[in-house]
């Protein structure tokens, strides 16, 4: 397997714009994750999802936030509109309980810039 | 509210060496912990999860341990190579929520 796959490696986007970033998980993992991390506040779970559905959204920083899971295999994190202090490296992991426990495996992130 | 805590923030030691590195946390009342590596400009890999009710976790040259009562975990890594330089971090599931509460790691350079 490729293991957790995002998309765009790298965003460089002026304040106002939309950003959409995306994860295709591992194949047959029930969790999907969205993560934010920057160097004063770390890690932040953001969302998850369990078999599409959205469980906990509790980390979502604000409205201009939202994220989506239309199938098992794709989800998506847009930020509309950015703003400077969005700027972070976005993770996506995805996990499966019952075949691995709760082992997190992690994508390469998303490093987003917010000019 | 459950804190987690990495000391030291970083750590260099010459090749070769074993070493340990400390999580601690405040609440014991813990579901599980799990220890993860993280490379410069990658995402992170789990290493060891320890479930609440074990005591350690063993993958190759890496050890973790779990104490709930004293709220600690130490990651022992025998015979230390430069490609384990990385920052390790622990992560703490509090309970039945998928939230996990992260330490800020410890950065370890090992010293060819």
Request: aromatic residues 10%; glycine residues 8%; contains cysteine.
């Amino acid at each position: 397997d490729a293991g957790v796959i995002q998309s765009p490696r790298h965003e460089v986007t002026e304040m106002g714009q939309e950003v959409t970033l995306r994860c295709k998980p591992i194949s047959g993992h029930d969790y999907l994750f969205w993560y934010r991390q920057t160097m004063m506040r770390g890690l932040e779970l953001l969302i998850y999802f369990n078999n599409n559905v959205p469980i906990d959204d509790s980390g979502m920083p604000e409205d201009r936030f939202s994220a989506k899971m239309p199938n098992a295999s794709f989800s998506t994190l847009k930020i509309q509109p950015s703003e400077p202090r969005d700027s972070a490296v976005y993770f996506c992991a995805s996990s499966h309980y019952r075949a691995q426990g709760e082992k997190l495996f992690f994508g390469s992130g998303t490093q987003l810039s917010v000019l | 509210k459950q804190e987690v805590t990495q000391i030291p923030a970083a750590l260099s030691v010459p090749e070769g060496e074993n070493l340990v590195l400390n999580c601690s946390f405040t609440d014991s009342a813990i579901y599980n912990l799990q220890w993860f590596r993280q490379d410069p400009g990658k995402g992170l890999t789990s290493l060891l999860l320890i479930q609440s009710s074990q005591r350690e976790q063993t993958s190759g040259r890496l050890n973790a341990s779990l104490d709930k009562s004293s709220g600690r975990s130490t990651l022992y890594i025998a015979a230390s190579q430069p490609g384990d330089s990385a920052t390790y971090l622990c992560a703490v599931r509090p309970g039945s929520n998928y939230q996990l509460i992260w330490g800020a790691g410890t950065k370890l350079i090992i010293k060819p």
